[in-house]
């Protein structure tokens, strides 16, 4: 199993969550430069790239990103990854970072300096945008849907770091009844709590994220004394 298929197992986006969320992405960026990374197969760049004046689709998974493209002839892919993008000197309206993939800067340490990174591509007035996780799945943890252990069909282990908010899903041969707690093996996500995530948006520069509740996306807009530009 892929770390993207790991990073969608999460809460897959069902049919009406990922059209609120694709609706108001279709508007935000009318007319607009947007760097999609983690694009996938191109969920979202399907819909708003020709909607856009400048879509660039990046992902590290060579067949995801052919796919992306194949959308459409309004995205330009580029398989690279997320962290830093290759993409120096060039200014995107909106950077998205959907489906969940944030969960996949689990260290925020390194959050921090995608974040940045992310920011320095930022044109005046420019915004991050990424899935509201707090919102999105933290009611389910404290609801009891996420404890630790093996799924009742056995198709799915679920483990949880000590004492942090970082967990891995195992399925398959990588299920192991033996080791319940994340191991070198295993491919870690953080579930961003508000805090975390407020104090890791204003250490790369931003002011604290913003909720569209209709979306179900943050917005994250640089501090006016970091702006990049």
Do not use: K
């Amino acid at each position: 199993m892929s770390v993207r298929d790991d990073a969608g197992a999460i809460v897959p986006h069902d049919e009406a969550y990922s059209g609120r969320q694709i609706a108001w992405l279709s508007m935000q960026c009318a007319d607009q430069a947007v760097l999609d990374v983690g694009a996938g197969e191109g969920r979202v760049a399907a819909v708003v790239a020709p909607l856009s004046s400048r879509y660039v689709a990046l992902d590290h998974d060579p067949i995801a990103i052919e796919r992306c493209g194949a959308c459409c002839d309004a995205i330009e892919v580029l398989e690279a990854d997320m962290h830093n993008p290759p993409l120096a000197g060039q200014h995107f309206d909106a950077v998205l970072c959907l489906g969940n993939t944030f969960c996949l800067l689990w260290d925020v340490d390194q959050a921090v300096e995608t974040l940045r990174a992310w920011r320095a591509l930022l044109a005046e007035r420019g915004v991050v945008v990424i899935d509201d996780i707090p919102q999105n799945l933290w009611p389910e943890v404290a609801e009891g849907y996420w404890a630790s252990g093996i799924s009742e069909d056995g198709s799915t282990q679920l483990v949880w770091e000590a004492d942090d908010a970082v967990m891995a899903l195992r399925t398959g041969d990588e299920i192991d009844p033996g080791q319940p707690s994340i191991s070198e093996a295993d491919r870690p996500m953080r579930l961003w709590t508000s805090g975390c995530l407020m104090l890791a948006a204003r250490l790369a520069g931003f002011e604290a994220p913003e909720h569209i509740a209709e979306a179900s996306v943050l917005v994250l807009r640089p501090a006016t004394s970091a702006h990049p530009g």
